[in-house]
């Protein structure tokens, strides 16, 4: 029989990723907040409400254990910025103090932190003079992360300062289902861009003076995309997609500067600087040119699809945007990956192919240094609600308890080993195992 194995490399991180507002409940001081209390902003008029209530409950405790029972060596996870500073001219030292608690509780239960420190949240006061179009934006995030970091630093080590600028950028200013709800607004968009850059900029620079040995990287959304019928119309339009959404920000993070459908960008400051670069890969869609919007970005038919249709399975598209990302010639981290799938059957699928994939660009040199499955624990999907289980654990959310699928059992296995071999996939992902050997 054919064996297979595929090793990775030693010392690899393998971990899951949470964002606060998804996990911690009740988080009245963020601009998601009264979002969630207009109707017709969340599917299904669902709340975060206690979300897996790690705030008032603690529940990261038990999630932490879980996670290293589970042979995980590290966890991604984010501080919410409208916690630490509820008014502008307001530090919540307890809010500093539990989140104190909760990083230390990580690293006694092996799990080497990664933190966030903006994640898709802003406090309402923020948003209320601008948000991110504000020009002081940028500074203001400053004081926010030079408190935090000064805090956390005898703690943490590896800081995102703002995940997914990309995502934010494209649900809040063009398609208006985030926060504040703006629809084709490019200006505003390319102000929003701007000042990211900017603020991961200097964000990057007071972390290093805060703490020189610190590693600073990004977390930025890569999708496939691929033209749809081999003609010039299609395959312009797929070149446009990548640029604007893969591009944007870590080209001008490579380069100093970026153009962008007629647009110029340039921010030398924001040049090379990344210590890692961190990707959070989930899909790949075909492009082609249609009047019918819906018609522009779809699946293939035949696609193996999540439950909703959400997430199509093409994991060769992740091993093709690891090796284009060895040009940042940087440590890669996968900050996120995974699937909506409630049964499980998908997601393990999904799981054995994409490290099949990521270690064949591993093999291929791209120089991936750790793994952070998207997510532990089902959580508060923003404007999706609660639709989407992403968890390696179920939640009840009536009961908070949690319970574990099957994946959580085949990471295990994967983590522990360091390895993914052929009895795991025949026994958690036999499909993925008759491909592999090409049957
Ligand atoms: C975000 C997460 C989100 C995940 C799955 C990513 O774009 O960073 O917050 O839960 O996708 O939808």
Not at 40 to 52: R, V
Request: glycine letters at 6%; charged letters at 25%; proline letters at 5%.
């Amino acid at each position: 029989m054919t064996i297979l194995k595929y090793i990775f490399p030693q010392g690899f991180e393998w971990g899951t990723a949470t964002s606060s507002y998804q996990v911690e409940g009740n988080n009245l001081n963020s601009s998601w907040a009264p979002f969630e209390e207009k109707s017709g902003t969340i599917l299904n008029g669902d709340k975060s409400g206690t979300a897996c209530d790690w705030w008032a409950g603690s529940r990261w405790k038990e999630d932490f254990s879980r996670a290293s029972a589970n042979a995980q060596n590290a966890h991604r996870l984010s501080l919410e910025w409208s916690r630490i500073q509820p008014n502008p001219d307001v530090w919540n030292e307890e809010a500093l103090d539990v989140y104190r608690e909760m990083i230390r509780g990580a690293i006694s239960n092996g799990l080497k932190p990664l933190v966030t420190l903006h994640h898709f949240s802003d406090p309402i006061w923020f948003s209320e003079i601008g948000g991110w179009e504000n020009p002081d934006a940028p500074q203001i995030f400053d004081g926010y992360v030079e408190k935090t970091v000064s805090a956390l630093k005898p703690l943490v080590s590896d800081w995102i300062p703002i995940n997914e600028p990309n995502v934010y950028i494209f649900n809040g200013y063009l398609m208006g289902n985030f926060p504040p709800q703006k629809k084709f607004a490019v200006r505003s968009a390319l102000k929003v861009l701007v000042n990211m850059l900017r603020g991961h900029a200097n964000a990057y620079e007071t972390i290093h003076r805060l703490q020189p040995e610190a590693n600073v990287g990004t977390s930025v959304n890569v999708h496939g995309f691929f033209p749809a019928r081999n003609n010039l119309r299609d395959r312009f339009l797929t070149r446009q997609f990548d640029k604007v959404f893969n591009g944007s920000f870590l080209d001008v993070i490579l380069n100093g500067s970026v153009s962008l459908v007629g647009y110029r960008i340039n921010e030398k400051k924001a040049k090379n600087t990344q210590d890692f670069v961190g990707l959070n890969y989930y899909t790949a869609s075909q492009i082609q040119t249609s009047t019918k919007w819906t018609e522009i970005m779809t699946f293939p038919e035949g696609t193996l699809l999540s439950d909703t249709g959400f997430i199509g399975h093409e994991p060769e598209f992740f091993e093709k945007m690891l090796l284009w990302a060895k040009k940042f010639k940087k440590p890669i981290i996968i900050t996120e990956n995974g699937t909506e799938n409630r049964d499980d059957h998908f997601r393990r699928t999904y799981l054995a192919e994409h490290l099949i994939y990521m270690w064949r660009a591993i093999s291929n040199g791209a120089p991936v240094k750790g793994y952070y499955h998207w997510t532990l624990v089902d959580s508060f999907e923003w404007e999706r609600g609660w639709i989407h289980p992403f968890g390696l654990w179920e939640l009840d959310r009536e009961t908070q308890k949690r319970t574990r699928r099957n994946s959580a059992d085949f990471y295990k296995k994967i983590a522990s080993k360091n390895a993914l071999e052929s009895e795991d996939i025949l026994h958690f992902a036999p499909d993925v195992f008759k491909r592999a050997i090409g049957e």
